[in-house]
Nanobody
Framework: QVQLVESGGGLVQAGGSLRLSCAAS????????LGWFRQAPGKEREFVAR????????YYADSVKGRFTISRDNAKNTVYLQMNSLKPEDTAVYYC???????????????WGQGTQVTVSS
């Protein structure tokens, strides 16, 4: 079993920044992927970014490329999502998840955190 706990969400004005954290505990897998997803009210959960625990290879959704940066600290079993130049449309509950398949589909991720709310005011 893997446990994931997100933190760092909050309310920020448009153009501002937030850094989300996802702390993993329990069994972790070096060749797994850690992904960030988000879900806004009335919308489907969408992929934001992913990183490999081992090599640190990253991949981003077009909507956040150049503004968000995903990184990991293996010693702390923690993955971060640095979000800059935030827009009102970034408002959502942000979830981290981990799984063994390289994918942007939420169905390919086995373990999920509880989510953290990010609200960007205009």
């Amino acid at each position: 079993q893997v446990q994931l706990v997100e933190s760092g969400g909050g309310l920020v004005q448009a153009g501002g920044s937030l850094r989300l954290s996802c702390a993993a505990s329990g069994r972790t897998f070096a060749n797994y992927f850690l992904g960030w997803f988000r879900q806004a009210p009335g919308k489907e959960r969408e992929f934001v970014a992913r990183i490999t625990w081992s090599g640190g290879t990253t991949y981003y959704a077009d909507s956040v490329k150049g503004r968000f940066t995903i990184s990991r600290d293996n010693a702390k079993n923690t993955v971060y999502l640095q979000m800059n130049s935030l827009k009102p449309e970034d408002t959502a509950v942000y979830y981290c998840a981990t799984g063994g398949i390289r994918s942007t589909s939420s169905t390919m991720y086995n373990y999920w955190g509880q989510g953290t709310q990010v609200t960007v005011s205009s």
